[in-house]
């Protein structure tokens, strides 16, 4: 098996329930690409079950800290890190199925080992932390029939038959499993699959370009508009008496873990209600339009300079990844522009001129056309889309491009 890549082909699998997503992976092999596929079931374990997983998930944050530390040591003493054989022979005996063991000393070395790539390649970057109860939230079982078995219910070695809530069948060869336990105490089975996509005929509708933005999360080409539901803002009343709760607490106490449970509850409800909504939009969109040119924004990088929170509740990478695996089923394909220039550019004329992040109107001095700004982005992104240019996805080529926006960087270029 090779490296991952980002993305083979621009129309990306969907499943036909849009509440309950799916995420895709392209692993690159030698003999070409195949799809990977994740489902994500809810599970309900027993009390003791529960408590034999929660002891699993210490043991794997014990076997962790113990297998970093030791990187530590090796480096300081030998000038170099101890071999991933090294450190699964140190896994063994941590009382965790051998499976998982071995999985956690494949995860500490890959992270050891893209700290130092960082590193050389000049890049920032931290050396990986030792880990709390609170952040070892999955135990990872990588091979379908040893430690774990789906049917009914699902066997998962040591702790037995677990009640799960399958919404979905799973039609391809399971790969690995993931349990995973959320801040709310929610425990979640994720499945790794083989997928092969199969490709539909377009569905004969428009084309369209695709403008994001806060003030109104999507601007299409055609004029359409979709609001931006500011969900965080919804429950910032709610989420601060939480919190000052949460603070007024002892630490420790049961009081406090009671309270830290309601703010995980609170915060998850938000995330819920932002994915139902994404899902929805996309949803909607990749049914309506055959071609749907959107920018490729770096979202992460943005949200680390301005505008972090709303950036983040917006959405905008979500509803990115949405469209990408729904588009194949509904027979859109969806295409990723360079959106630089795109608010500067006039869509008529082609002038371009800088454009106040205040202004929502963009005038053109030469040929004095007059329309929204994000209107004017989007005509430009689906020009960009479909001429072929070397910034656009038309050509066939699969590269990213990652870029900056003018509209969320009030002291940047774009």
């Not at 428009?206 to 500011?230: A, F, H, W």
């Amino acid at each position: 098996m090779g490296t991952a890549v980002q993305r083979s082909n621009p129309r990306l699998k969907s499943h036909r329930n849009h509440r309950h997503p799916t995420q895709l992976m392209f692993i690159c092999g030698d003999d070409g690409i195949f799809h990977m596929k994740a489902y994500r079931y809810r599970i309900y374990p027993g009390k003791a079950q529960e408590k034999q997983m929660q002891t699993s998930l210490f043991l794997a944050k014990e076997l962790w800290n113990s297998l970093l530390e030791h990187c530590k040591a090796f480096y300081n003493d030998f000038g170099k890190f101890p071999t991933r054989g090294a450190l699964q022979i140190m896994a063994k005996d941590s009382g965790l199925h051998s499976q998982v063991s071995q999985e956690v000393a494949h995860r500490v070395e890959q992270a050891v080992w893209r700290y130092a790539k960082l590193r050389k390649t000049g890049k920032k970057a931290g050396f990986p932390r030792f880990k709390s109860i609170d952040r070892m939230k999955s135990l990872h079982y990588p091979q379908y029939g040893n430690g774990f078995l789906l049917g009914r219910k699902l066997r998962v070695t040591p702790f037995g038959e677990i009640n799960i809530r399958k919404h979905r069948e799973i039609k391809s060869a399971i790969k690995t499993l993931s349990l995973k336990r959320e801040a709310s105490g929610k425990w979640f089975a994720c499945f790794c699959v083989d997928d092969t996509p199969v490709l539909k005929a377009p569905n004969g509708k428009p084309r369209v370009g695709m403008d994001l933005g806060l003030k109104t999360l999507v601007t299409l080409s055609d004029g359409s508009k979709i609001g931006n539901p500011r969900h965080l803002q919804k429950h910032a009343e709610r989420l601060a008496a939480l919190q000052r709760h949460f603070s007024g607490k002892r630490k420790g106490s049961q009081n406090r873990k009671r309270m830290k449970r309601k703010v995980a509850i609170a915060y998850e409800k938000i995330k819920n209600t932002r994915t139902d909504f994404l899902h929805k939009v996309s949803h909607s969109l990749v049914n309506s339009y055959s071609f749907i040119a959107l920018e490729n924004l770096a979202s992460q990088e943005m949200a680390e300079r301005n505008f972090g929170k709303q950036i983040n509740d917006a959405g905008w990478g979500e509803l990115a990844g949405m469209l990408r695996y729904k588009a194949e089923s509904a027979g859109c394909e969806v295409v990723f522009v360079n959106p630089k220039d795109t608010t500067k550019t006039c869509c008529m004329c082609k002038n371009r001129k800088d454009v106040p992040l205040a202004e929502r109107a963009y005038l053109c001095d030469v040929c004095g056309s007059l329309m929204d700004r994000d209107l004017n982005a989007a005509h430009n992104m689906l020009a960009k889309a479909t001429a072929g240019t070397a910034e656009s996805k038309a050509c066939g080529d699969g590269i990213a491009i990652p870029s900056l926006k003018q509209d969320a960087l009030p002291f940047g270029a774009g």
